[in-house]
């Protein structure tokens, strides 16, 4: 499709378990947002990144939380040892690099869930 | 650090009648740009709207409009003419160009019939 890509759109898991979601973001966007939303709450800034390094990672919680993005296009966030309060639904966005409209682009979110 | 604050967690309108949701934000920036998105169950935010700061002039979008005052740092959202479909949450965000995007806590809209 299109669209920015979120796999798995549902997960759960036991607590402490490791934990990764994948994002795909539109083809030839090089900048690429994770974002974390708890119910009822407006989304909070985890990482961005500009290609394949990170430009901006101070929104992870702690060391339990990575993202990677080896080539510049897929993502992946990486939750180890879960929390249960870590239960949320991640949503991942892209746009174009020389974008001047600063517009991001939204998956539908994979929603955690930490028993 | 810049904040953005929505005061109405929940509104709700009559159909065919015309709302108006409140955000007024924080910063120190003179280049910015503001966003409205609209989330519906599906979880996907969809754009509404936008404003670069360097133009006074009012961004409009079909039935959505702003009301940007600068200098009061506030940047409201209005939407006439109600549909059943502009039910959902309601968000109000800021950017720096090349930066994050903050949002704020959202509104949610129920549009009766």
């Known amino acids: 499709g299109a669209g920015v890509s979120q796999t798995p759109s549902n997960k759960v898991t036991e607590k402490g378990k490791y934990v990764e979601l994948r994002c795909d973001p539109i083809s030839g966007h090089t900048a690429l947002y994770w974002y974390r939303q708890s119910l009822g709450q407006g989304p909070e800034f985890l990482i961005y990144?500009?290609?394949?390094?990170?430009?901006?990672d101070s929104g992870l919680p702690n060391d339990r939380f990575f993202a990677v993005r080896p080539e510049g296009s897929v993502s992946t966030l990486k939750i180890q040892r879960t929390e249960r309060g870590d239960s949320a639904v991640y949503l991942c966005?892209?746009?174009?690099?020389?974008?001047?409209?600063?517009?991001?682009?939204f998956g539908e979110g994979s929603r955690l869930t930490v028993l | 650090a810049q904040t953005v604050t929505q005061s109405q967690p929940e509104m709700s309108v009559q159909e065919a009648e015309t709302v108006t949701l409140s955000c007024t934000y924080d910063t120190s920036e003179s280049n910015y740009y503001l966003f409205w998105y609209k989330q519906p169950p599906s979880r996907q935010m969809i754009l509404v709207i936008r404003?670069?700061?360097?133009?006074?002039q009012n961004a409009t979008e079909n039935r959505f409009s702003v009301n940007f005052q600068k200098a009061a740092k506030s940047f409201s959202l209005k939407i006439s003419d109600s549909q059943l479909g502009d039910t959902a949450m309601y968000f109000c965000?800021?950017?720096?160009?090349?930066?994050?995007?903050?949002f704020g806590q959202g509104t949610e809209l129920s549009v009766k019939p």
């Open positions: 966005a892209s746009r174009p690099g020389g974008s001047i409209t600063g517009e991001l682009f």
């Open positions: 404003q670069e700061a360097y133009k006074q």
């Open positions: 965000a800021f950017m720096q160009p090349g930066g994050k995007l903050i």
């Open positions: 990144f500009q290609g394949t390094g990170a430009a901006d």
